[in-house]
């Protein structure tokens, strides 16, 4: 995947993660584009309560997943990356 590309696609996951912010803030978490790997995957960081909360999977799958489908199809899915 090109960098032109990478960097179209990061606007779409970003403006989809600034949609789901003020669901994700209301219950003290957030969620951070990590990166977009070549096969298409975009991986997030869950910050905050998202980071140990049981329904993380479910926001990130019926969710964020949900919302990027329509924005840029040609992703393939969402990964939470856990980051030191």
Do not use: W
């Not at 590309?5 to 951070?32: C, I, W, Y």
């Not at 910050?47 to 997943?65: A, N, P, R, V």
């Amino acid at each position: 995947m090109n960098e032109q590309l990478k960097a179209t696609l990061s606007e779409k996951v970003n403006e989809a993660l600034n949609q789901l912010r003020p669901f994700l803030h209301a219950d003290g978490g957030d969620m951070e584009l990590v990166e977009i790997t070549d096969d298409a995957i975009v991986r997030v960081k869950l910050i905050g309560s998202c980071s140990d909360c049981s329904m993380s999977q479910m926001t990130l799958k019926g969710g964020l997943e949900e919302a990027l489908r329509q924005a840029a199809p040609e992703l393939k899915g969402v990964e939470a990356v856990q980051m030191a």
